[in-house]
């Protein structure tokens, strides 16, 4: 069974930093891993993604201040959250794609959310 082990969420005032840790377990490969957040009343959005290989992508507001990182020996992935603002206020959510055997799908799997708080 596949599970997603967050870590690293908290409060911290603007122009602080944190780092977010997710290990992913139950799988002996892990496709595209990455964060999404959503805060009170909107929608959960993308903050940035990886894919096996290392090619990341970012929600432009967050460009220049978050950096994601993975390691694939761990099944871990990372978010360094730099120069935060009190926009950045959510839950954060780790997401990771598992192959399906034999096919070309995947499976989507979420953590269960950590909450980042960025205070004024």
């Known amino acids: 069974q596949v599970q997603l082990q967050e870590s690293g969420g908290g409060l911290v005032q603007g122009g602080g930093s944190l780092r977010l840790s997710c290990a992913a377990s139950?799988?002996?490969?892990?496709?595209?891993m990455g964060w999404y957040r959503q805060a009170p009343g909107k929608q959960r959005e993308l903050v940035a993604r990886?894919?096996?290989?290392?090619?990341?992508n970012y929600a432009d507001s967050v460009k220049g201040r978050f950096t994601i990182s993975r390691d694939n020996a761990k099944n871990t992935v990372y978010l360094q959250m730099n120069s935060l603002k009190p926009e950045d206020t959510a839950v954060y959510y780790c997401?990771?794609?598992?192959?399906?055997?034999?096919?070309?799908?995947?499976?989507?799997?979420w953590g269960q959310g950590t909450q980042v708080t960025v205070s004024s």
């Open positions: 997401n990771a794609r598992v192959p399906v055997p034999g096919q070309s799908t995947e499976f989507n799997y």
């Open positions: 139950g799988s002996s490969s892990f496709n595209t």
């Open positions: 990886v894919t096996r290989d290392g090619t990341t």
